[in-house]
């Protein structure tokens, strides 16, 4: 081998070293890009997954929100009504005890009808109507009131026909006569009046 082509060989081989060097030097830009591209991938995908779970969190937070308003809402309205019931309770407490003495105040009505001339008659009577008076009063500073009937207007809710009269000084469809009271406790009947009704 010549000297000359000793030297083509040796240019040719530091070419190929430098073309080499070069492609080293390319894979290794490659492969820099391609870790680039790779960790901005991952980083994308990072931040893809945060957003997604930062709105999967937000979702459920809106969702425990609304279930505490709906429980909230709910507990108002529970405290309300077991208000309003405990208010109904105290306004109508005394109802059952009124009802069951309604028949014994009619007793003593009719007791007070009765006449006589005795002395000792009419001192009872006169104790029996002191009783009555008492009796009455402490049941109307519990709310028991009387049913207006004679001379009223036939009301249903109120009062109870049991008999029609043909009455020319009252009105057509007038209470003539109450044939047994009624009572009501605050706006509540507890015993509608038993009355006679002009045609």
């Known amino acids: ?83 309003n019931e405990n208010q109904t309770l105290k306004t109508y407490q005394a109802q059952s005890v009124l009802t069951d003495i309604l028949p014994t105040i009619d007793n003593i009505e009719r007791a007070l009808q009765i006449e006589g001339d005795d002395e000792s008659f009419k001192s009872l009577q006169k104790g029996v109507q002191m009783v009555y008076e008492s009796l009455l009063r402490a049941l109307n500073e519990n709310g028991l009131e009387e049913i207006e009937a004679v001379g009223q207007q036939f009301d249903p809710n109120f009062h109870q026909a049991v008999m029609q009269d043909n009455d020319e000084s009252f009105e057509s469809n007038a209470v003539t006569q109450e044939l047994q009271k009624g009572y009501k406790l605050k706006d509540r009947v507890l015993r509608p009046s038993m009355v006679k009704v002009n045609q």
């Open 1 to 83: 081998m010549t000297e000359k082509d000793q030297s083509v060989n040796n240019e040719e081989v530091a070419e190929n070293q430098e073309n080499t060097a070069k492609d080293s030097n390319t894979d290794e830009q490659n492969e820099t890009v391609n870790q680039e591209e790779v960790l901005e991938e991952q980083k994308t995908s990072e931040n893809d997954s945060k957003d997604e779970e930062i709105q999967q969190l937000k979702e459920e937070v809106n969702n425990q929100e609304e279930k505490y308003l709906r429980l909230y809402a709910e507990f108002e309205n529970y405290k309300r009504r077991i208000q």
